[in-house]
């Protein structure tokens, strides 16, 4: 290839010599200028082509290329080896560098908050639901499917394509989602040998770091505290992963220790009875919804049908131990394992869903604002935030005059509170995420970073969790333990694609419990039984 360059370089400068002054003699001084120039440019262009044909093997682009090829879910190399998370090929850029980031990232690379009529195709829905549209859709209004998705796959999110573009959407960020990662890898390492978790997880410690606590004791509760974050990171029982094993070790416990009615709950403290319960339940539910195996759809089932039946029929509401009168708290976990049932399509009865709209009712002393630990009691932001994701669920669209002001009731609290509670941010940050108003961005910034700045760093065996105590102590954390902050610090996290978004764009949601909006009860304390009058709590 060089030989011939310079042979066609030297018969263009010989053709050159012989008809030059002939060419020049009737071209003008413009034309002779432009030839000229043409010439150079020619000339050039041939030098640098044939310069770059001598080479062999240029690969100066391959790194970068080979990166826009993986969405990865793990940091390290190690540990990506089977991990169908880093084989799919994309057009979509990285969610996640392969590089540490630069300490300028979370300015450049914080994603956008989109407003709602900006989301792309894929994520959208049926037109919206009018709020005195209480029986459903207008005649004539498409049919209840997400573009490109069935309606029936809401825990779609998870998937590692589609977690990738909602990270960017939603707000999070590479440092987000390594330390939804980091904190996995510590709920894995903590593992037992049968599968389970438990909430004093020392005997699995590997190495110094995890200082002796001592927290309320539930196996069910911390199998299923375990499992849901492993599970909202997308990591399912039937398809290879780095987390695969675990998840299904620990559907396998949990399966096992299930009585024939239903109960999941193993033993422990009274009052994690029905806590414990929820937790396991929503850990099957969304486990069956994920991977659609037909061995989880009768324990999963049998899950649910065990919540159903420990309601109390008299106020709708869960307490520590079936048929209880019912706390705000509690009734927060059968709620939404109700909604993870729903989305993986298993049968609630609507008399069921009835009875939940009575009981948060009865705990709200102010027209359904705000609400209370205990009905009858004082309402609190934390009960507040946990009640209207609630309501969220059972149909209320987003501009519904008590969620807009409940909503930003939470949201002047959470500006003032001092106070580490991730239990009430976890409730928080996806009542706010679902509103997508100002509050959210703000709230968004100051919770993400916030977790991902008190992350254990290092290399013991605390890695990668949340200490229940450092920097300060969580309002729970020395009750409930690492494991307990660990997990619902990662489930905040994983708040950008663990679920389809709410409201977007329509406020009309085919998987909520409930289509209709609720009519307001005029006077919900006289529906209180004496029982269930207590003081409240004052801050739950």
């Given amino acids: 290839m060089l030989r011939r360059g310079r042979v066609a370089l030297w018969r263009l400068l010989r053709w050159w010599d012989w008809n030059a002054s002939r060419h020049l003699a009737w071209a003008p001084a413009w034309g002779t200028s432009l030839l000229l120039h043409a010439i150079a440019i020619l000339l050039m262009a041939l030098f640098f082509y044939v310069r770059s044909g001598s080479r062999t093997g240029d690969d100066s682009g391959a790194g970068f290329a080979a990166q826009l090829t993986e969405d990865l879910t793990s940091q390290y190399s190690g540990e990506r080896a089977g991990d169908p998370f880093t084989r799919l090929q994309s057009d ?8 540490p980031a630069a300490p300028a990232v979370e ?18 829905g049926p037109e919206p639901l009018r709020a005195d549209d209480a029986k459903g859709p207008k005649r004539g209004a498409p ?142 539910c969304e486990a069956y919804g994920l991977s659609h195996d037909p061995r989880l759809r ?45 989305l993986a399509g298993l049968k609630i ?45 059972l149909g209320w669209p987003r501009d519904f005059p008590q969620l807009i002001k409940g909503a930003g009731r939470v949201a002047d609290d959470l500006k003032r509170s001092s106070e580490r509670n991730v239990y009430y941010w976890y409730y928080a940050t996806q009542m706010l995420h679902n509103m997508q108003n100002d509050a959210w961005k703000s709230w968004n910034l100051r919770v993400r970073d916030g977790l991902c700045s008190i992350q254990v760093q290092g290399d013991g065996c605390d890695r990668g969790s949340w200490d229940p105590l450092l920097p300060q102590p969580d309002r729970w954390g020395r009750a409930a333990g690492r494991l307990f902050v660990t997990s619902l610090s990662i489930l905040t996290l994983e708040v950008y694609y663990r679920y389809l978004p709410l409201y977007r764009p329509s406020d009309y949601d085919p998987n909520r419990l409930d289509e209709a909006v609720p009519k307001v009860d005029p006077n919900p304390a006289a529906h209180v039984p004496s029982t269930a009058r207590a003081q409240a709590d004052k801050r739950k």
Avoid at 143 to 171: C, N, Q, W, Y
Avoid at 266 to 278: D, I, P, T
């Fill in 143 to 284: 049919s209840m499917r997400l573009h490109a998705e069935d309606i029936t796959a809401p825990f779609s999110g998870r998937d590692v394509m589609a977690r990738g573009k909602m990270v960017r959407r939603e707000g999070g960020t590479v440092k987000s989602e390594k330390a939804v990662e980091d904190g996995l890898g510590w709920i894995a390492r903590h593992q037992r040998p049968d599968g389970g978790w438990s909430m004093n997880y020392q005997g699995q410690c590997r190495d110094s770091g995890c200082r002796v606590e001592a927290a309320l004791e539930s196996d069910t509760g911390a199998t299923g505290l375990a499992l849901l974050p492993l599970l909202g990171a997308g990591h399912v029982h039937t398809v290879k992963s780095r987390f695969q094993p675990h998840v299904r070790q620990g559907l396998d416990w949990l399966m096992n220790n299930q009585k024939p009615d239903g109960d999941l709950f193993v033993g422990g403290a009274r009052m994690s009875y029905l806590y414990s319960h929820a937790i396991g339940t929503m850990a099957l």
């Fill in 349 to 393: 009865p609507k008399i069921t869903i009835q009875h939940c709209r009575r009981y948060l009712d009865l705990a709200s002393p102010d027209g359904r604002v705000t609400y209370s630990y205990l009905p009858g009691g004082e309402p609190t932001p934390v009960m507040t935030a946990e009640a209207l994701l609630a309501r969220q669920y």
């Fill in 92 to 99: 979509e850029p990285p969610s996640l560098a392969i590089d």
């Fill in 298 to 342: 009768q324990p999963a089932q049998r899950a649910v049908n065990f919540i159903a039946q420990a309601q109390n029929i008299e106020t709708g509401g869960w307490r520590y131990v079936p048929g209880d009168t019912g706390d705000t708290s509690v009734f927060g976990w059968q709620m939404f394992a109700l909604r993870s049932a729903r």
């Fill in 107 to 124: 300015d450049v690379n914080q994603p956008e908050i989109l407003a709602i009529e900006r989301f792309a195709p894929d994520l959208a």
